[in-house]
């Protein structure tokens, strides 16, 4: 009876102690990768203090009536299969690390497109429009309202990104709430907001975001402005 006691009480003792280190593993693994993501934020902000050596204009306005300017300073770099300006790929990093801790995954769909690029793009929804039987004239004013026309694509200056998953409603849907309600916190803006199609001339693009820097980008966050009518405001 006594050694089976012992045996017991030394099996509880084990458990108690196999328990107690199991905790602290996972508090201390837990704090690395907490510390971890901290450090690699850090990195991410000093690095973002480093990027405004190059001469672009970030808040410029490209729409309908505006187009990238000839001069334009483009300067690109490579994330996840895509091309960015140089400029904001740091925000954008930080950004999605951001949503990550929150569950959020980030997933850009398209960013910059040359000239060229665009000019195939908005070729070829002029002729889906025709094939249905619209005039010329009518299928370029319909394709207007989503496809920009080469030269006043924000997609050009390398500043605009759509996020979206392919085939994935909940997920985007997930996504863009996100970033509708933190995006501007890191120099994005909503392009083309909801109710504002009069405005910018575009339809409603829920995954759509401008850069134009963390200043510019609180004030019409808060002010529930479009980049036009921030423009308008300043004249």
């Known amino acids: 009876m006594k050694k089976k006691r012992k045996l017991k009480r030394n099996i509880k003792l084990t458990l108690l102690r196999f328990t107690v280190t ?18 690699e934020l850090a990195k991410i902000n000093y690095d973002i203090a480093k990027e405004f050596k190059y001469n672009i204009d970030i808040t410029m306005l490209v729409n ?32 999605m690390a951001t949503a ?33 039987g619209y005039n010329y004239i009518t299928a370029e004013k319909l394709t207007k309202s989503s496809v ?6 924000e997609h050009e200056t390398g500043l605009a990104i759509d996020f979206s998953k392919s085939g994935n409603y909940t997920k985007n849907n997930k996504m863009w709430s996100w970033l509708n309600k933190n995006a501007y916190k890191f ?3 909503l392009r083309y907001p909801e109710n504002k199609t009069n405005i910018t001339k575009v339809e409603y693009e829920p995954w759509h975001y401008r850069y134009v820097g963390n200043e510019l980008a609180k004030e019409i966050y808060e002010s529930n402005l479009t980049l036009e009518e921030y423009y308008q405001n300043k004249k």
């Open 187 to 189: 120099g994005f803006i």
């Open 148 to 153: 920009a026309e080469p030269g006043y694509s």
């Open 100 to 132: 990550n801790d929150d569950g959020i995954e980030i997933v850009i769909n398209n960013s910059y497109r040359s000239n060229s690029d665009q000019k195939r793009i908005y070729d070829s929804k002029i002729k889906s429009y025709q094939n249905q």
């Open 22 to 39: 199991l905790c602290l593993f996972l508090i201390f693994l837990n704090y690395g990768i907490s510390t971890y993501r901290k450090n």
């Open 64 to 95: 309908y009536e505006h187009k990238v300017p000839d001069n334009y300073d483009l300067k690109l770099k490579d994330i996840e299969n895509n091309k960015v300006a140089i400029i904001l790929y740091n925000s954008l990093r930080r950004m």
